[in-house]
């Protein structure tokens, strides 16, 4: 919008900051109430989907271990480097989604085993025949664990499975 120009006073151009809507996609500009606090209304809301979401959190798990046991499968049979890596990445992908569902949910024990898994497959080569036992020894835990719906992260039966985990990494590295 510009003013008239006048005799006394040049013209002056006045510009409007139209909003962003990816930022507001990105969570930059969250309204907030005058406290500087998420509304509680959307807290709840969000409660409420969580809780939603968890009810399928063991039929989630189940389909993620069926998946991992069969790129697992398909990934031992692999001669190819390239293929075997490839697998790697789609194992990687199941266990974050495991341990990020089973955390948020309260299976706490699943998230343990998910997150090691996930963290060893992505820092090896997955080649030797040592690696192989030792990612097994991992989905073996985690299948105990879903079967067993053992939640917790303590306990004889999680200290036992732990141990076990344990044993087959300083075994087998």
């Known amino acids: 919008m510009t003013d008239e120009p006048n005799n006394e006073n040049p013209a002056i151009n006045v510009y409007s900051h139209r909003q962003n809507p990816l930022k507001n996609k990105l969570g930059i500009r ?26 399928g959190c063991e039929d ?34 199941c266990t974050h989604e495991i341990k990020d569902i089973a955390a948020l949910c309260g299976y706490t024990l699943a998230a343990h085993f998910a997150e090691s898994l996930r ?32 939640k917790e992260d303590g306990g004889p039966i999680a200290d036992e499975l732990k141990k076990m985990v344990k044993i087959a990494i300083n075994k087998y590295r």
């Open 30 to 55: 969250v309204p907030t109430n005058e406290d500087g606090h998420l509304d509680p209304e959307n807290i709840k809301e969000a409660d409420k989907l969580i809780a939603k979401m968890c009810l």
């Open 60 to 93: 989630n798990i189940a389909q993620q271990l069926e998946k991992i046991a069969d790129l697992w499968t398909d990934m031992q049979k692999a001669e190819n480097t390239d293929i075997r890596n490839e697998k790697a990445q789609e194992i990687f992908t």
């Open 119 to 150: 963290d060893y497959i992505s820092e090896t080569a997955l080649n030797l025949k040592n690696q192989r036992i030792i990612i097994q020894a991992h989905i073996d835990a985690m299948n105990a664990v879903h079967k067993g719906k053992l």
